[in-house]
T-cell receptor
């Protein structure tokens, strides 16, 4: 069964802390994505990666960075967490090319910054 | 750029009612179209998809037809159940593109 696994379902952090959100997929997908989901704002793309060590900014990259050292793992980093980064974070992956191209999502990580 | 517009919610229906959630898109070329569903407390999962004009995607009693002439991909179900209560997202992805484009999501609540 294909799977995208996010390391933590729920996290509570304090303002200014460094936060790591980890995502691992077992489908040998080239593309991986980080979204945040907020009520009334839908899904917003933070960063994505189409290959190891490659990254592209999405629509809202400010305050975030990412790391992709291995094909199966894509990490989202909040260098100094702030209360406005309280949100649900969703990781997804997919193949490059082909007509289908559906995304496979993790269960989500709900982050609260106090 | 690409965009997806879907019916604003929330939508509240009684069990066994007919469901339609409208979705229209703007994109260059011939994108693949998707409906994703998000149940409470979970991530999104693919509900159905269509990859070319006039294709019909179907799953779990839900259907959507890729209409190129009207650039639409409306989601329908003939008889909804309480267990269908969720948020539904329409999305597109162009061939060989990295990113997908999502609509804002429509929250469906089905009451017994």
């Amino acid at each position: 069964d294909v799977k995208v696994t996010q390391s933590s379902r729920y996290l509570v952090k304090r303002t200014g802390e460094k936060v790591f959100l980890e995502c691992v997929q077992d489908m040998d997908h080239e593309n991986m994505f980080w979204y945040r989901q907020d009520p009334g704002l839908g899904l917003r793309l933070i960063y994505f990666s189409y290959d190891v060590k490659m990254k592209e900014k999405g629509d809202i990259p400010e305050g975030y960075s990412v790391s992709r050292e291995k094909k199966e793992r894509f990490s989202l980093i909040l260098e100094s967490a702030s209360t406005n980064q309280t949100s649900m974070y969703l990781c997804a992956s997919t193949f490059t090319g082909g007509r289908t191209g559906e995304l496979f999502f993790g269960e989500g990580s709900r982050l609260t910054v106090l | 750029g690409d965009s997806v517009t879907q019916m604003e919610g929330p939508v509240t229906l009684s069990e066994e009612a007919f469901l339609t959630i409208n979705c229209t898109y703007t994109a260059t070329g011939y994108p693949s179209l998707f409906w994703y569903v998000q149940y409470p407390g979970e991530g999104l999962q693919l509900l159905l998809k269509a990859t070319k004009a006039d294709d019909k995607g179907s799953n779990k009693g839900f259907e959507a037809t890729y209409r190129k002439e009207t650039t639409s991909f409306h989601l329908e179900k003939g008889s909804v159940q309480v267990s269908d209560s969720a948020v539904y997202f329409c999305a597109l992805r162009r061939v060989n593109a990295g990113k997908s484009t999502f609509g804002d999501g429509t929250t469906l609540t089905v009451k017994p």
